[in-house]
């Protein structure tokens, strides 16, 4: 019996794309209709380090469908606003929660898309979401301090008390969890999980690049 031939490296690599592509939109949909739950443990550990950390400047995280909200120990009432007599109006801002999220759905699509086996997939992806749950914290938590440093009232402003260096490492953390983390991390997260197969990816990808020409 004359074995199957294998598969072309140009072949193997469209594949793997195209499985991909058909996988994201599905697994984004689902992301969306699930996202309340998934981020949970996200609000959950929020609610430890912001008032764990800064007890004076935070109260709680508390999650609203789609939304963190920011419950701060700051008492704040626009200019023109009346309040009843004995009544304060504590400072509360809103968070997207899904913006630092997005890389749990390509992460799930990378995953579905390369050929192991179930229990592999499943092991990945989990190891994957607690990563993703945490890079969502570092979003929160480093945007947190940015509203209450840089876009709250002056007043609310100087009472956090920090430094030249501290606001610019602030601004560098949010930097870097809204614009790289989200993004990078469910490539390394599937790279070095699925390390032979990427292997196998990149030398077939080589093998099909056109040879120079001889003189």
Request: glycine residues 8%.
């Amino acid at each position: 019996m004359q074995a199957a031939a294998k598969p072309s490296p140009q072949r193997s690599l469209r594949v793997f794309l195209g499985l991909t592509l058909l996988w994201l939109g599905p697994v984004f949909a689902l992301w969306y209709m699930l996202g309340p739950i998934l981020l949970m443990p996200v609000a959950w550990l929020a609610n430890l380090v912001l008032p764990g950390l800064y007890p004076h400047a935070f109260e709680a995280v508390e999650l609203q469908a789609y939304t963190f909200d920011i419950v701060t120990q700051f008492n704040y009432s626009p200019p023109g606003t009346q309040l009843p007599a004995g009544m304060v109006a504590q400072y509360v801002f809103s968070l997207n929660g899904l913006k630092y999220g997005y890389g749990l759905p390509l992460l799930l699509a990378l995953i579905l898309a390369s050929p192991t086996r179930i229990p592999h997939k499943l092991k990945h992806f989990a190891l994957g979401f607690v990563i993703i749950v945490l890079v969502q914290l570092w979003g929160i938590c480093f945007e947190s301090m940015i509203g209450l440093i840089f876009k709250s009232d002056p007043s609310i402003a100087m009472q956090m008390n920090s430094s030249a260096l501290g606001r610019e490492l602030f601004a560098l953390g949010y930097q870097l969890g809204y614009l790289i983390l989200p993004a990078v991390t469910p490539l390394i997260v599937w790279g070095l999980s699925h390390h032979a197969f990427l292997q196998t990816l990149l030398s077939d990808s080589r093998a099909v690049r056109p040879s120079e020409p001889t003189a």
